[in-house]
């Protein structure tokens, strides 16, 4: 079964609103998660490693202002999208790395498509 | 700068052939390369990762080839069946920080009967 979850799985919004992304580890403790961003017929982009109990590492062109993340529990991190527009319509992704197993183990979530109107 | 690359965006094969998917980098100095598996609407599964130090790694039907000096590496899927059409993605990451990974683009595959 799934051992990372993200909610929601699909979400639509006006422009201007903001969206909230869950993404938890259902069966093991995360000290990091990552976020990742796929736009049609792209690679997977990381945006950001999020980081329990201090802030987020955002890679370059990411605008951390724009993508909040906050991993607040050992199980919960999540990625707020503020005052969306059509251009952050994407596919977001987090995944957690099993402590202590490197890449291999690294668990990614279903996905959350957000399509902003 | 697309550090990976998959240039083949995507590839059809006849079940029970060889499936042949082909990935590229450009930075010699990632340590170790993996392999995923993505359905629509889901999020990537591992398939079969290498390290640097081998060229070869076995697992199944899958086996995953190194070349170094070409900074190349492949997937091979052998017999292909209908059930591994997905996109692939090749991903790359550095031995002092394994858990960032560095994806290619995905090839899509489709293996018909």
């Not at chain 2, 998917?21 to 889901?42: Q, R, V």
């Amino acid at each position: 079964g799934a051992v990372v979850s993200q909610h929601p799985s699909r979400v639509i919004c006006k422009s201007g609103t903001s969206v909230k992304i869950e993404c938890r580890s259902l069966d093991f403790q995360a000290t990091t998660m990552f976020w990742y961003r796929q736009f049609p017929k792209q690679s997977l982009m990381l945006m950001a490693t999020s980081n329990e109990g201090s802030k987020a590492t955002y890679e370059q062109g990411v605008e951390k202002d724009k993508f909040l993340i906050n991993h607040a529990s050992l199980t919960l991190s999540t990625l707020t999208v503020t005052s969306a527009h059509p251009e952050d319509s994407s596919f977001y992704i987090c995944s957690a790395p099993r402590p202590g197993q490197g890449s291999d183990t690294q668990y990614f979530g279903p996905g959350t498509r957000l399509t902003v109107l | 700068d697309q550090q990976v690359k998959q240039n083949s965006p995507s590839l059809s094969v006849q079940e029970g052939r060889i499936s042949i998917l082909n990935c590229d980098y450009t930075n010699s100095m990632f340590d170790y390369f993996l392999w995923y598996k993505k359905y629509p609407a889901e999020g990537p599964t591992f398939l079969i990762s290498i390290s640097s130090i081998k060229d070869k790694n076995e697992d199944g039907r899958f086996t995953v080839f190194l070349n170094k000096s070409a900074k190349h590496l492949s997937l091979h899927i052998v017999p292909s069946q209908p059930g591994d059409s997905a996109v692939y993605f090749c991903a790359a990451s550095f031995l002092y920080n394994t858990d960032k990974l560095i994806f290619g683009t995905g090839t899509r595959l489709q293996v018909f009967p």
